[in-house]
């Protein structure tokens, strides 16, 4: 019970990491819900968003493991395993969404989700070998499958995450032109970075 009371402040705690204003906040009057709305959806800095990517990747993992060791029965081993999936899989995303770069994250989203079909697919082959107690050419090619699926997660996982400052930084440099006339009465486009 002490285990799930405090994986229950841990998780009350990280809730208000991605919007400070919300925490302060001791009334729903105190701050009215477009303004929380906006402070949420909020682009974030590209060590914030970074910081949110690796909570994102990370954290399922360890709240299911802590939820399956609070309970007290079996292994944890089942739960850490989805939670790290979830983990692994949306992470990421989670963390270029919240920089204001939706494009890669549904890039990497995909990459993602087509690996772990691939792992899925890859299972199916190393229950059928020992199904079967032998090794055929198809249980091979399923397992084969599966080795590249997971490899293609880890790697877009990590590539993902890899990126995220950089990119969110690049997404928030805008380009702005203006048109100016110049002392000799000539239009010149004036371009800031």
């Known amino acids: 019970m002490r285990r799930l009371s405090s994986l229950l402040a841990v998780v009350m705690v990280l ?7 919300l925490a302060q906040a001791d009334t729903a009057e ?3 819900r477009p303004v929380a709305a906006e402070a949420l959806l909020a682009p974030r800095s590209p060590s914030g968003a970074l910081a949110i990517g690796l909570l994102a990747t990370l954290g ?35 963390g270029l969404a919240c920089g204001g770069r939706p494009d890669l994250a549904q890039r990497g989203l995909g990459i993602r989700l087509g690996g ?12 059928q070998m020992m199904q079967n107690e032998r090794t055929d050419p198809l249980s091979m090619s399923l397992f084969s499958l599966g080795v590249v699926g997971a490899l293609a997660t880890a790697g877009s996982a990590a590539v993902d995450l890899a990126i995220t400052p950089s990119a969110v930084a690049a997404g928030q440099q805008r380009l702005h032109t203006s048109l100016a006339v110049r002392p000799d ?5 004036q371009l800031k970075f």
């Open 185 to 189: 009465g000539a239009v010149a486009v």
């Open 116 to 127: 772990t079909v691939a792992m899925a697919v890859g299972l199916l082959g190393v229950a």
């Open 30 to 32: 105190a701050l009215p």
């Open 60 to 94: 399922p993992a360890c709240v299911a493991t802590l939820a399956a060791g609070a309970g007290g029965q079996g292994s944890a081993a089942g739960p850490a395993l989805a939670g790290a999936m979830l983990g692994v899989v949306g992470g990421p995303a989670i």
């Open 15 to 21: 809730s208000f990491v991605p919007c400070p204003a």
